[in-house]
């Protein structure tokens, strides 16, 4: 299954109607109509109600759509039966446990899918490892079901769980074990190592998401949309890494032509992971 090219997910709460009005226009690849936290349990099936316009005007400019539902078996099952729908490309699963947990709602989906008359398969996961109980599952998590997409932690749940302060040095071990899991896995690894706070300190935050893609994160989640072009420029290609990587590759394949195995290219030697590198990097450009 072809991996996205997701740079920015912002998320939004599914009855607040003033933003899910403007949502489109903030620039995220990716639209996160939440069912989950930023909705009392009151209003849980009026967000469900909400998910199909919400869903068409949210997704209006060409962003992605997705549902970050419950974790609780009560409530995901209906979080399922109204997100899974032709506008919604991915569900966002909170908490999870483990493989079988990824395996289960991917049953669960399925069925609402062939219900649906929708294609088995097309509706992918983003997980969410929020408990210490199942950071030593990452990798199994990450591998789980076809329709994993991306993975990450929940830094301010992870926190709590572990009677931490959530920040880069908390992050910072099981940032590594996301991308280490995501990227065996042939998957996103969701997320960033830094602090959060002020989401007003835009050029910490910025500070941070260089530092993270560096790293290895391939995307990452907000609430603020702030935060979103600042994500699409620090998780993005630039046009300039676009064309060096193009010429990189060009000068290693003309190399090879001649017979040459040692190439250089701008002042540096370059050989097989590097151009790999380059490749990879062309493949994430949008």
Not at 11 to 28: D, L, Q, Y
Not at 232 to 257: C, K, Q, S, T
Request: aromatic fraction near 4%; proline fraction near 7%; glycine fraction near 8%.
């Amino acid at each position: 299954m072809t991996l996205p090219t997701w740079r920015s997910l912002l998320f939004v709460p599914a009855t607040a109607e003033r933003f899910v009005a403007k949502a489109h226009t903030r620039g995220a690849d990716v639209v996160i109509l939440d069912l989950e936290d930023s909705i009392p349990p009151p209003e849980k099936a009026a967000a469900r109600a909400a998910l199909p316009e919400a869903a068409a005007t949210v997704g209006q400019a060409g962003a992605a759509v997705a549902v970050r539902i419950n974790r609780p078996l009560d409530l995901a099952v209906p979080d399922i039966a109204a997100a899974v729908m032709p506008q919604v490309t991915a569900l966002m699963l909170p908490k999870v446990m483990g493989p079988e947990h990824i395996r289960l709602l991917s049953e669960v989906v399925a069925a609402r899918e062939a219900a649906l008359g929708l294609p088995i398969g097309r509706t992918r996961f983003i997980g969410i490892v929020e408990t210490p109980q199942a950071l030593p599952h990452l990798a199994a998590i990450a591998g789980a079901d076809p329709r994993m997409a991306a993975l990450g932690v929940g830094s301010e749940d992870l926190s709590t769980e572990l009677e931490a302060v959530p920040g880069a040095d908390m992050l910072y071990h099981f940032g590594m074990m996301v991308v280490a899991a995501a990227r065996g896995a042939g998957i996103l690894p969701l997320g960033s190592i830094g602090a959060f706070a002020d989401f007003r300190d835009l050029e910490g935050y910025r500070a941070s998401l260089q530092r993270s893609r560096r790293l290895g994160f391939a995307c990452t989640a907000c609430i603020h949309p702030a935060h979103v072009p600042i994500i699409n420029e620090e998780y993005g290609v630039a046009p300039a890494e676009a064309d060096r990587a193009r010429r990189l590759i060009a000068a290693f394949e003309d190399a090879l032509a001649r017979g040459e195995g040692a190439v250089a290219f701008e002042g540096a030697m370059i050989d097989l992971p590097v151009v790999e590198r380059a490749k990879r990097l062309l493949a994430r450009a949008r």
